[in-house]
């Protein structure tokens, strides 16, 4: 029986998986994943910098008026 927690569901899932000591899951990484991650993380920091250089812009156009 599993305890109803308002653990988020990655917490949820590690919980779950330590709770199990006697067997083992699978310890293959997901090679795909985290290359996903950082494809994420390139397109954030693109986005970040593009909004700061926007920023900037509008700011010198606004100074200008």
Partial sequence: ???R???APWKMRSLLS???AGSR???APDIGRSEEHS???ILLLALGFGFFA???GYTY???RL
């Fill in 1 to 3: 029986m599993v305890k």
């Fill in 54 to 56: 926007l920023a900037i």
């Fill in 61 to 63: 156009v606004c100074e």
């Fill in 25 to 27: 899951q699978s310890v």
């Fill in 39 to 41: 494809m994420m993380d």
């Fill in 5 to 7: 927690t308002r653990l």
């Fill in 18 to 20: 330590t709770s199990s």
